[in-house]
């Protein structure tokens, strides 16, 4: 399965931004997916993840009630709208697929990130 995260650019705080992530090849309909990202200087955090469903999902305690993560398996996409951000939202976003279908820590299937700049 390979991965690649889209969406992100510059936002001014209060802004919103939708990510999508997309795999090619192989499909992931049947596996949970998580978001990641990484700031400058910091270890990569959770952010979200749904399961295969999409009637399942957990979120980092920073960005609950600000962003919804969720799916469109006949599209084979996850998205993650991103609401009212800020500037310590600033980081590379990941997409991660899982090899469960339930949300769960074990993440093999990595793609390449989208740069997301919040400036307040």
């Known amino acids: 399965v390979q991965l690649q995260a889209s969406g992100g650019g510059l936002v001014q705080a209060g802004g919103s931004l939708r990510l999508s992530c997309a795999s090619s090849?192989?499909?992931?309909?049947?596996?949970?997916v998580g978001w990641f990202r990484q700031a400058p200087g910091k270890e990569r955090e959770f952010v979200a993840a749904?399961?295969?469903?999409?009637?399942?999902?957990k979120y980092a305690d920073s960005v609950k009630g600000r962003f919804t993560i969720s799916r469109d398996n006949a599209a084979n996409r996850v998205y993650l709208q991103m609401n009212n951000l800020k500037p310590d939202d600033t980081a590379v976003y990941y997409c991660?697929?899982?090899?469960?279908?339930?949300?769960?820590?074990?993440?093999?299937?990595w793609g390449q990130g989208t740069l997301v700049t919040v400036s307040s």
């Open positions: 749904i399961n295969w469903r999409g009637d399942s999902t």
């Open positions: 991660a697929a899982s090899v469960t279908a339930s949300i769960s820590d074990n993440y093999r299937y």
């Open positions: 090849g192989r499909t992931f309909t049947n596996n949970a």
